[in-house]
């Protein structure tokens, strides 16, 4: 495994992270028993990944704890969350430290590395700063999470202005944030920021639906297409991104060139991959560790689709948009 400093935390963690969320949750989410997934989190551990990436929301903090107990809890990086909304109220101080303490007791831990809170739009961030972020400092000077985290909401706030904004206030050690090769906005909104104050990332959103389903993929072309974002003829393509794929470095498949741009982008720490798989995962990872995609592909990628925004940010399914 790659390792890399999470921003200035000082973490060093693995470049590929496991995400226990998204459509996949481990598995939990398509018919997987708790022991598979504690095995494929093992097996992620096994093949050198540090940081696993759960969430009270995606209902995986018991299997990480388990794993991570097996594992050996000292070697890795524990990233949790909290919402700060409940049936649409804004949850208190109280709350959000009451949903701290209920993560560890999942987690079967006594403090995690990174707390966030989960998934906040623009305008509920200042909320967070003013009413809860002074509680959980207060939490973390006890030892019950080491560094404070906050991540966006990709469909709900595709042009990043919560940690556009956010970013200035020198609140956050690390965020989480969509990014995938055809929604690049974060490289002059958000990398920049993150670099010069030595904010850890992770990002999100880098495979999600719109790479995993080439049938929703080709939609998502036909409709830039009509609306005149891409070129037309990149529509009608048998394989719209298939000039990614070919021999002398570059990507096997789509999936293996999402990771790759990913993994390469300057600003990037982690990224993290979700998976029900076993097959997936060791392939995924395979790819985050590979070469950067060769440089022609990338300026290929930034040049089509540098502009657009709010491209392939779907909410996991059985989620509604706000
Ligand atoms: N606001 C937030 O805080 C937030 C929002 C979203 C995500 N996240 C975090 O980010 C993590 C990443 O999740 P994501 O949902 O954004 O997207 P992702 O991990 O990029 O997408 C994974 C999807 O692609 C499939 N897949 C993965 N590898 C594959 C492969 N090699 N071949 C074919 N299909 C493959 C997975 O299904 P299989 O099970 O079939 O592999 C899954 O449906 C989450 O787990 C979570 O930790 C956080």
Redesign the pocket.
């Known amino acids: 495994m790659r390792r890399t400093m999470l921003g200035n935390t000082g973490l060093e963690v693995g470049v590929a992270?496991?995400?226990?969320?998204?459509?996949?949750?481990?598995?939990t989410?398509?018919g997987r028993s708790a022991a598979e997934s504690i095995a494929l989190v093992r097996r992620a551990i096994d093949l050198g990944v540090t940081l696993l990436?759960?969430?009270e929301a995606?209902g995986t903090e018991e299997i990480v704890g388990q794993a991570a107990a097996a594992a050996g809890r000292d070697s890795l990086v524990i990233?949790t969350?909290s919402r700060i909304r409940r049936e649409g109220r804004l949850l208190s101080a109280e709350d959000i430290v009451a949903n701290l303490e209920a993560s560890l007791r999942r987690l079967a831990t006594d403090r995690v590395e990174v707390f966030?809170f989960?998934?906040i739009p623009p305008a509920d961030y200042a909320h967070v700063r003013d009413n809860l972020v002074p509680a959980l400092l207060r939490e973390k000077e006890k030892g019950k999470l080491r560094h404070l985290g906050i991540?966006?909401?990709?469909p709900n706030d595709p042009r990043h202005e919560m940690l556009s904004a956010g970013l200035h206030d020198g609140i956050w050690e690390v965020v989480?944030l969509?990014f995938?090769m055809m929604n690049q906005n974060a490289r002059h909104s958000v990398f920049p920021l993150t670099l010069e104050k030595g904010v850890g990332t992770?990002?999100?959103?880098?495979?999600?639906?719109i790479?995993?389903?080439p049938d929703y993929l080709r939609e998502i072309f036909t409709t830039l297409a009509a609306e005149g974002r891409i070129p037309a003829d990149l529509a009608t393509a048998a394989e719209p991104l298939g000039f990614l794929v070919h021999e002398a470095g570059g990507a096997d498949?789509v999936?293996?060139a999402?990771y790759r741009y990913a993994a390469h982008t300057a600003g990037t720490d982690v990224v993290?991959?979700?998976?029900?798989?076993i097959?997936?995962?060791e392939?995924?990872i395979a790819?985050i560790l590979k070469p950067a995609l060769p440089a022609r592909d990338v300026a290929r990628l930034e040049d089509l689709f540098g502009a657009l925004e709010g491209v392939g940010l779907d909410l996991?399914r059985g989620f509604k948009k706000a």
Not at 151 to 154: K, N, P, V
Not at 272 to 277: A, E
């Open positions: 992270g496991l995400g226990c969320g998204g459509s996949s949750r481990l598995g989410a398509t990436d759960t969430a995606y990233s969350k966030h989960h998934g991540t966006e909401t990709g989480m969509a995938h992770l990002l999100m959103f880098v495979v999600r639906r790479f995993s389903d498949d999936i293996d999402a993290l991959f979700g998976t029900g798989s097959a997936h995962l392939r995924n790819s996991p």
